[in-house]
């Protein structure tokens, strides 16, 4: 069982990017998805999730109105839109597993509640 985070990268301020949360070994239709970041120096905290069944999301408060998130469950692999980036977005970022009986719901309040993480994908933005 693996989650393989990518599409990181150098971009300018103001500029776009999607990283991609694929996963191998488990069917992630069965899971909310969260994205979360780690910036140097700082506690990892959560971005943006979305519920196993697709119709529930929840921001973190710098996230909402820049950042989407998606899932395609064909592909296994949920993807996370990112605009209108700042330098404060600058971090590793990391996606994770969460199991709910509520399909639903899904919080990026609280990391621990995460069951598998992949490796992280690097953002850095540049002013």
């Known amino acids: 069982v693996q989650l393989q985070a990518s599409g990181g990268g150098l971009v300018q301020s103001g500029g776009s990017l999607r990283l991609s949360c694929a996963a191998s070994?488990?069917?992630?239709?069965?899971?909310?998805i969260g994205w979360f970041r780690q910036a140097p120096g700082l506690e990892r905290e959560g971005v943006l999730c979305i519920s196993s069944s697709g119709n529930a999301r929840s921001y973190a408060g710098s996230a909402k109105g820049r950042f989407t998130i998606s899932r395609d469950n064909a592909k296994n692999t949920v993807y996370l839109q990112m605009s209108g980036l700042r330098s404060e977005d600058t971090g590793v970022y990391y996606c994770g597993l969460d199991k709910h009986d509520n399909i639903d719901y899904c919080q990026v309040v609280a990391d621990k509640y995460y069951k598998l993480w992949g490796q992280g994908t690097l953002v850095t933005v540049s002013s």
């Open positions: 070994g488990i069917n992630l239709d069965d899971y909310a």
